[in-house]
Antibody
Framework: EVQLLESGGVLVQPGGSLRLSCAAS????????MSWVRQAPGKGLEWVSS????????YYGDSVKGRFTISRDSAVKTLYLNMNSLRAEDTAIYYC?????????????WGQGTLVTVSS | EIVLTQSPGTLSLSTGERATLSCRAS???????LAWYQHKPGQAPRLLIY???SRATGIPDTFSGSGSGTDFTLTISRLEPEDFAVYYC?????????FGQGTKVEIK
């Protein structure tokens, strides 16, 4: 059974930094694309970033490009999101999601999410 | 960037009725790389349809997807109580991989 467990969400001040983690199990982690998707309070889903499997190519949404960095460590089956220069509008539940293939693909498994609050 | 516009914003229906949700793209979605998700409050989103018309594992055949190019549709043939939720379309043919704004299916 695929399991994704996010952690690292906290209250942080504007301009601060944070690293989210997503521990994966139940599948061959290195063989699948992984992504982060967020949902701000009262809003819809917003794709944040994706990283492919074997190539580790990375992609970012315009609102986070240059501030967030996605990475993965296949040895410990963990996905990361390094978040810098945080803004109030980054406040959201952040979901980790698994793709159905190694490259661009929809997300067939999701974690329960971790809440990031950016406020002074 | 491909902008996805979903309609209607809210659909008020009764159990047993048919639901038809629309997703229109600002430009053609290549290879019909269009997915649909169901999202309930406090839960993780759930993949329903990918490739515009392929059902994901475990999804009942009351859910079906159709369309190509710029116009896509999600149909729920007979609404069950557990189907009342928010539904999102998403394109994964180009970056950024955008979502629509969602359609809420509520109990009438």
């Amino acid at each position: 059974e695929v399991q994704l467990l996010e952690s690292g969400g906290v209250l942080v001040q504007p301009g601060g930094s944070l690293r989210l983690s997503c521990a994966a199990s139940g599948f061959t982690f290195s063989s699948y694309a992984m992504s982060w998707v967020r949902q701000a309070p009262g809003k819809g889903l917003e794709w944040v970033s994706s990283i492919f499997g074997r190539s580790a190519s990375t992609y970012y949404g315009d609102s986070v490009k240059g501030r967030f960095t996605i990475s993965r460590d296949s040895a410990v089956k963990t996905l990361y999101l390094n978040m810098n220069s945080l803004r109030a509008e980054d406040t959201a539940i952040y979901y980790c999601a698994k793709g159905i293939s190694d490259y661009s693909s929809p997300f067939d498994s999701w974690g329960q999410g971790t809440l990031v609050t950016v406020s002074s | 960037e491909i902008v996805l516009t979903q309609s209607p914003g809210t659909l008020s229906l009764s159990t047993g009725e048919r639901a038809t949700l629309s997703c229109r793209a600002s430009q053609s979605v290549s290879s019909n790389f269009l997915a649909w998700y169901q999202h309930k409050p406090g839960q993780a989103p759930r993949l329903l349809i990918y490739g515009a018309s392929s059902r994901a594992t475990g999804i009942p055949d009351t859910f079906s997807g159709s369309g190509s190019g710029t116009d896509f549709t999600l149909t729920i043939s007979r609404l069950e109580p557990e189907d009342f939720a928010v539904y999102y379309c998403q394109q994964y043919s180009s970056s950024p991989r955008t979502f629509g704004q969602g359609t809420k299916v509520e109990i009438k």
